[in-house]
């Protein structure tokens, strides 16, 4: 992959439960197109992931929430699964991290259960979305635009369903995160 992510800073926000493949994933294509990851959770210590049907590794932190600015990166990764959506959309900091990369109008990558951080955030209404089906409702109780696509790209966000749609998932954020600053914000 070519490096067209050199000098970008990516926040990927998980805590324990996140799916394996929705943080191992992305983080690899990302450094591999040049780009410098940062695992941010709640507090600094280890995160677990949650691999399919059973707890898997455990990942290292580089920042906790608490030492993250949104001025430090350029982009914004959310990974699924069921438990680190879960915790993080009733975490005021982790809305709060969030939503200031919507304000400040970079791009945010979130997939299957992902955009539930988002809806808590308020950053969904009238955008264009995809996530997990079981959440579709949520998402347009809340003013999304959702659609059942492999994944979805709404002025800067990028969504998709499951780990089956990491390769577009990723191409998609990177190419985003490429782009730079997206000014003609929804939220």
């Known amino acids: 992959m070519t490096q067209q992510l050199n000098g970008k800073r990516v926040?990927?926000?998980a805590t324990d439960g996140f799916e394996e493949s929705e943080l191992s994933v992305p983080k690899a294509k990302l450094e591999s197109a040049g780009a410098t990851v940062h695992v941010i959770a709640p507090d600094a210590k280890g995160i677990r992931a949650w691999a399919s049907t059973d707890w898997g590794d455990t990942y290292d932190v580089d920042k906790?929430?608490?030492?993250?600015?949104?001025a430090d990166y350029h982009a914004l990764m959310l990974p699924g699964g069921l438990f680190n959506p879960d915790t993080l959309r009733q975490n005021d900091d982790a809305l709060r991290f969030t939503r200031h990369f919507f304000e400040a109008g970079k791009p945010v990558g979130a997939i299957c259960h992902g955009p539930w951080i988002l809806i808590n955030a308020g950053v969904v209404e009238g955008r264009s979305m995809t996530s997990y089906p079981s959440i579709s409702q949520d998402l347009k109780n809340a003013g999304a635009h959702w659609s059942d696509q492999e994944v979805v790209v709404d002025n800067g966000l990028v969504t998709s369903r499951k780990p089956d749609d990491l390769d577009a998932f990723c191409s998609k954020l990177i190419e985003e995160i490429g782009e730079g600053r997206h000014s003609d914000q929804h939220a």
């Open 64 to 70: 906790a929430l608490s030492e993250a600015n949104v």
């Open 11 to 13: 926040a990927i926000l």
